[in-house]
């Protein structure tokens, strides 16, 4: 499967728990031409003070680990570093917004 298939794969899968219009995937450029750019809205902040509150770190991580299960079947890319460590190359943003798009997942 090449980057292009791959990636309309993840955003197939992602969409049908965020909604299309709150997910974006991409390649990364340069010499991140492989790896996989994940963003994900995935609901309205509660506090705009600028620090996010213990509810909200709450909903990113949930939404981040939901992003991660629904995509572990899909092959992405590997890459060692010196220590032996083998790394996907998939980066998966969770981000919050003062305007959601569309309703993002019921909690």
Known sequence: MD???????VKKVLSAIF????????N??????GWCEIDIVAGERIEA???YSQEERNIINTAHDK????IKDIEFYHY????GYDYAE???????????LVPAYSK
């Open 28 to 33: 990364g450029r340069g010499t991140a031409c």
């Open 90 to 100: 998939v980066l998966i943003q969770v981000n919050l917004t003062n305007k959601i």
């Open 80 to 83: 060692s570093d010196d220590m």
């Open 3 to 9: 980057v292009v298939e791959r990636n309309k794969k």
């Open 19 to 26: 909604g299309a219009s709150n997910v974006s995937v991409r």
């Open 67 to 70: 992003a991660e299960q629904a």
């Open 49 to 51: 003070d600028g620090f």
